[in-house]
Nanobody, 112 residues
Framework: QVQLVESGGGLVQPGGSLRLSCAASGSGGSIYVMAWYRQAPGKQRELVAVIRSGDINYADSVKGRFTISRDKNTLYLQMNSLKPEDTAVYYC?????????WGQGTQVTVSS
């Protein structure tokens, strides 16, 4: 059982920066994989970045601009050079054993 609490979303101007955080808590074993997803209105949810034991992968659209990191069970997403197309609800995801857990989501809006 994992509970995920996200923070850091908000309104930012194009070219600005924002850092999202996700705190995982609970019991039932180790969290092996943590990831960030996002979903814009009218679009499918997409994987933004995933981290596992130092192995990191990013969506092509955010490479060079976003950085995912993990400190034990706290996940971060540093977002730089933000673009309007980055506007979406960002979700934290964690995998424990054979189950996936999701945060409630945090809104990121990039607009001038």
């Amino acid at each position: 059982q994992v509970q995920l609490v996200e923070s850091g979303g908000g309104l930012v101007q194009p070219g600005g920066s924002l850092r999202l955080s996700c705190a995982a808590s609970g019991s039932g074993g180790s969290i092996y994989v943590m990831a960030w997803y996002r979903q814009a209105p009218g679009k499918q949810r997409e994987l933004v970045a995933v981290i596992r034991s130092g192995d990191i992968n990013y969506a092509d659209s955010v490479k060079g601009r976003f950085t995912i990191s993990r400190d034990k069970n706290t996940l971060y997403l540093q977002m730089n050079s933000l673009k309007p197309e980055d506007t979406a609800v960002y979700y934290c995801n964690a995998a424990q054993a054979f189950k996936d857990y999701w945060g409630q989501g945090t809104q990121v809006t990039v607009s001038s």
